[in-house]
């Protein structure tokens, strides 16, 4: 099984809509992350996690917000979509700090593709 | 100016030869830098991190990092058509930033 999975993976949906990406991970770490990727503008944070209690925005913020409701579960909402989000969308995850020299590496979901019409 | 450039490419290289890859940054205060590779319509995957000037090797792959004229490479020896894929070159620890990413095209 996956270790990080996301729900669903394709969207099509029409400009207006609430729409609800979730993010579940069985890999045990802390930090969880949004990302949308676009042709010629490579990936960029939306949001991410590094706990339960702890939510900070990202690089483009504007139009979504996201939500922690367990250690394993973080999900993206689009309250009103637009044409100009549609993109592909990552979930990703990375445990705590392990200390001076070493990295943390992101996990990343498989993707949810979504066009807004 | 975004924080960290790479050239879009397409880079082609034949079977077994180096592919070099090219990113520079912005932020002087950049410590970690890394690369993923994403394969199309697949999930970034994590190829190497560096943060100490100099070269590291990692079997086929060496990230070389010049803090002093902020660039970072990597470099794929003997490069096989398994490794066409798109190159993400990157900064941060826990909040990255990514490069608009590299594809890299190996020809049998």
């Known amino acids: 099984d996956a270790d990080v999975t996301q729900t669903p993976r394709n969207r099509i949906t029409k400009t207006g809509k609430r729409i609800m990406l979730e993010c579940s991970q069985t890999?045990?770490?802390?930090?969880m992350y949004w990302y949308r990727q676009d042709p010629g503008l490579g990936l960029r944070l939306i949001y991410y996690?590094?706990?339960?209690?702890?939510?900070n925005k990202g690089e483009i913020s504007d139009g979504y917000s996201v939500s922690r409701q367990a250690q394993a579960k973080f999900s993206l909402s689009l309250e009103s979509a637009i044409p100009n989000q549609t993109a592909l969308y990552f979930c990703?995850?990375?445990?705590?700090?392990?200390?001076?020299?070493?990295?943390?590496?992101?996990?990343f979901g498989p993707g949810t593709r979504l066009t807004v019409l | 100016q975004k924080e960290v450039e790479q050239n879009s490419g397409p880079l082609s290289v034949p079977e077994g030869a180096i592919a070099s890859l090219n990113c520079t940054y912005s932020?002087?205060?950049?410590?970690?830098f890394f690369w993923y590779r994403q394969y199309s319509g697949k999930s970034p995957e994590l190829i190497m991190f560096?943060?100490?000037?100099g070269d590291k090797e990692d079997g086929r792959f060496t990230a070389q990092l010049n803090k002093a004229s902020q660039y970072v490479s990597l470099l794929i020896r003997d490069s096989q058509p398994s490794d066409s894929a798109t190159y993400l070159c990157?900064?941060?620890?826990?909040?990255?930033?990514f490069g608009t990413g590299t594809r890299l095209l190996v020809s049998p």
């Open positions: 560096i943060y100490s000037n």
């Open positions: 890999k045990g770490h802390d930090r």
């Open positions: 932020d002087r205060g950049s410590q970690s």
């Open positions: 996690s590094f706990d339960v209690k702890d939510i």
């Open positions: 990703a995850t990375s445990v705590g700090t392990k200390g001076k020299g070493s990295y943390n590496e992101q996990f």
């Open positions: 990157g900064t941060g620890f826990q909040k990255l930033v």
